[in-house]
């Protein structure tokens, strides 16, 4: 059910824009469009994860070159560390998603995905692969080289490494030469088919530096007869800018990873080895490829108006070149080959569309809706340009709009309102590759035309028709919100499509401490007005829950209310709980997860609501114990959530007067690589230990630490560590304290660790420090620095690199029972 409101013409207000806002190229934009327009070559980037991207390369071959150039990264960064909020794994993956998008915003280039998950470091590309499934992510390179049709791949990392570096470096270059000569034939991955052709690529590089051999001496002797020297920091004049500038800028969208970047000008080289395809004489990477649009059987005529177009551009009046772009669209959209004939339609409808300064835009009055809404709409079209156009129809899905054929003054402000009636069966806005239940190490995605994209589609779009000078031409517009934010101003946010309710548990793990009982919060938020039913949890009999149900009644959308449940185990062990929403027609069990960040925007996770509830047999101290912020992690409120004492401050708030009320204190993960001011905070930290106290700190990187004395003894990080999370854990020392008080530790206890063991052992280290535990991955020597334990003055000093902050929050008994005889150690 559409139907019209009303209309009006108001003047266009001028205002600023925020993150999900529409792009409004200015005219020296528009020329570069232009010249990318006229530029028929493509250039796919291989890396393995976010902010392995090269931006300098990829704002070279994009903005001084005009290829389009795309950046696959095989996976989303959702292993990672996370150095802005808490969020890791799946949430951390969707920011680090944002993140390269608004990255390839300012480097003007795309993205790309495949389905791998990052699942931390890997030695080996053997073990990568293994984890991964290796055809299934050759499959995703493979479409995403026959998606693109990239006459050159560059490969980040080199193929040649296998071993030596990190497993899935290794593996991106592997599977991209692999696929090199795959693509191509007809008969792999015949499935892809139905909606690609097969293509081979021209060649493909490896961006080689200085750092891939040890050092500029080395690299200065190394043989480079096989290497291109690209000049790549150009100034472009109408940016005012240097290519590294841009690429810094972009580079600094990385702000989960701490990547902030600062700009250089002036000459810089950047190297890329040929291996595979045609040689070539000569820097130019795209020698004997044909990159005019003689390229295409239909181009000649298409590029005799198109270069004319650049020749006559005026910047001052770019709408003069409209009617010359039309004939272009005309006969582009005859070119037989789909790949050019979708591409270049796309480029040239941006280009008509920012030549006339045509802003058109549908809004909701809400920023999310439920299946079965009727949305109030608005919507807004202007031509700010003298060119002769006529909006002549807006429709969704097949159903029109009741709009009257409208002709679009110069500069006068289209407006009118509008209803749309949601479809009942409707899906749901969440990334598309959450939907469904992951496989070890890779998302499952069923349809193979989601498989890369960056987001999920938008799930409300809508299509204009206009008349531009006689000459049909139509746009595609997503729905969007947007609101004033009276510090940010205007504020855009994608619109999204939610379930009714949310039910939120707040962890996903509860810990249990002995049978005893415990709390739990489900909070209700309503997505739909007049919100009524029954609140359950779902649970084993071995649980008992009371009361058993709640009854709900929410009047509002957007009201939400917390319902407690008293939860008591009468055994040991773990088990799976689901809160459930019984309705008249429907039973809802979902959760609604919000990210908000300035960077990113606003972005929702829909997801099945549960939580594992685990009963440990455990014993704990009454020690009180202060956690000093690192990394992004949950081990402060997941051993608060086991009964611990703990507050948590921030690294500058340390004092002797603070940690005199203390017994412990804990230093978060990576914190010493993160906070200048710990290296004036040692000896303060030292003489807590010295005087009595407990101190423990958590695993750090080995490059950027902010001190060298991050214990009181010798001691040096390392880049050791141990991938495997089954490896076979040796007691070096059986009866040392920290296996067997308040505890006893034993075999059973390294069962079910998730992702690795642990990282950034110390690999030197006193006398004074004692190993307590030996493993290592296969084939390689024994690790026997995962903990060391030392006596210092009258208290114990403790460096462990074992994960607890993986551990912790997936509920794995062996590290809460380990980590509370750390902190108990007397």
Not at 20 to 25: G, L, M, S, V
Not at 226 to 247: D, H, Q, R, T, V
Not at 655 to 672: H, N, Q, T, W
Request: glycine content about 6%.
């Amino acid at each position: 059910m559409i139907r019209s409101i009303v209309c009006s013409f108001l003047i266009l207000i001028s205002y600023s824009s925020y993150a999900q806002a529409p792009d409004k190229p200015s005219s020296s934009e528009i020329f570069q469009n232009l010249k990318e327009l006229n530029f028929l070559g493509n250039v796919l980037y291989i890396a393995a994860h976010p902010d392995d991207e090269n931006t300098s390369l990829i704002t070279y071959f994009s903005k001084e070159v005009n290829a389009k150039t795309t950046y696959l990264s095989l996976t989303r960064g959702d292993g990672g560390q996370n150095l802005i909020g808490p969020e890791l794994g799946e949430e951390l993956g969707i920011i680090r998603t944002q993140e390269l998008l608004n990255a390839r915003e300012i480097d003007n280039g795309r993205q790309w995905f495949s389905r791998a998950i990052d699942f931390g470091y890997s030695k080996t590309p053997e073990e990568t692969l293994k984890i991964w499934d290796k055809e299934k992510i050759l499959s995703d390179v493979i479409w995403a080289i026959r998606k693109h049709r990239p006459d050159v791949i560059i490969n980040r990392f080199d193929h040649r490494t296998s071993g030596s570096t990190h497993g899935h470096h290794t593996s991106s270059a592997l599977l991209s030469m692999e696929a090199f000569s795959l693509a191509g034939e007809k008969d792999q991955f015949t499935s892809q088919l139905d909606y690609v052709e097969p293509w081979s690529p021209k060649r493909s590089f490896f961006n080689t530096s200085w750092w891939f051999y040890g050092s500029q001496e080395a690299f200065e002797k190394a043989d480079k007869s096989n290497f291109i020297e690209l000049e790549i920091n150009k100034y472009y004049p109408l940016e005012g800018l240097s290519n590294n500038e841009i690429s810094a800028l972009s580079r600094s969208q990385h702000k989960s990873q701490g990547f902030g970047n600062t700009g250089s000008r002036g000459d810089k080289v950047e190297y890329i080895e040929l291996i595979n395809g045609e040689s070539i004489d000569g820097n130019n990477p795209f020698a004997g490829i044909d990159t005019s649009w003689n390229r295409i059987p239909e181009g000649k005529n298409i590029g005799e108006i198109l270069y004319q177009v650049e020749k006559d551009y005026d910047f001052k009046q770019p709408w003069k070149v409209v009617p010359e772009l039309l004939k272009a669209k005309k006969l582009i959209d005859r070119i037989n080959d789909k790949f050019w004939r979708e591409q270049k339609s796309e480029q040239i409808k941006s280009v008509i569309t920012a030549c006339l300064g045509l802003f058109v835009e549908a809004k909701s009055e809400l920023a999310y809706a439920t299946p079965g809404d009727i949305l109030d709409l608005e919507f807004e079209i202007i031509n700010r340009s003298p060119t002769n156009i006529q909006l002549k129809s807006i429709s969704h899905s097949g159903q029109e709009i009741d709009i009257n054929s409208t002709q679009l003054k110069n500069n006068n402000d289209y407006k009118f309102s509008s209803q749309l009636e949601l479809n009942s069966e409707e899906s749901f806005t969440t990334p598309y590759w959450l939907e469904n239940k992951a496989e070890l190490g890779i998302y499952t995605v069923n349809d193979q035309n989601l498989i890369g994209l960056p987001e999920t589609p938008k799930p409300i779009l809508f299509n204009f028709e206009f008349d531009i000078n006689g000459e049909a031409f139509a746009l595609t517009k997503p729905l969007i919100f947007k609101y004033n934010d009276p510090v940010k101003g205007e504020v855009y946010q994608d619109f999204e499509i939610l379930p009714e309710a949310s039910l939120s548990l707040k962890e996903s793990v509860y810990i249990f401490k002995n049978s005893s009982q415990k709390t739990i919060d489900v909070d209700v938020k309503a997505y739909a007005d007049n919100l009524s039913g029954k609140l359950e949890l779902n649970s084993s009999e071995n649980w008992d829950i009371s009361p058993k149900f709640h009854n709900v009644s929410l009047t509002n959308k957007g009201e939400s209310k917390t319902f407690s449940f008293q939860v008591t185990p009468k055994s040991f062990g773990e088990v799976k709980v689901k809160p459930i929403l019984k309705l008249k027609d429907k039973t809802l069990s979902y959760k609604v997860s919000t990210l908000d960040y300035d960077h990113i925007g606003t972005h929702n996770i829909i997801e099945e609501s549960s939580a594992q509830f685990v009963n440990l047999d455990i014993k704990i101290s009454n020690k009180k114990i202060a956690y000093i912020h690192g990394a992004g992690s949950s081990v402060a409120a997941n051993l608060g959530d086991l009964g611990f004492n703990i507050e948590e401050f921030s690294p500058e708030t340390i004092s002797e007067e603070l940690l005199k009320d203390f017994d412990v204190v804990i230093m978060g993960i990576r914190a010493y690589n993160i906070y200048d001011v710990l290296a004036y905070k040692q000896d303060i930290l030292f003489e807590f230990v010295e005087n009595g106290g407990t101190m423990i700190v958590q695993y750090n990187t080995n490059r950027g630490l902010k001190t060298k004395n991050v214990a009181p003894f010798p001691m040096r990080i390392s880049r050791d560590r141990v991938t495997e999370e089954k490896a076979k854990v040796r007691f070096i020392n059986p009866e040392h304290p920290v296996l067997n008080f308040p505890n006893k530790i034993a075999q059973e206890d390294f069962e079910g660790w998730v992702q690795e063991r642990g990282l950034y052992f110390p690999d030197q280290w006193s006398d004074n420090l004692t190993s307590i535990l030996s493993m290592n991955d296969k084939n390689e020597s024994p690790k026997q620095s995962s903990i060391l334990v030392g006596k210092y003055g009258k208290g114990h000093y403790v460096y462990t690199g074992l994960s607890f902050f993986r551990e912790l929050p997936a509920g794995v008994a062996g590290a809460y029972k380990l980590m509370a005889n750390l902190i108990s150690i007397e």
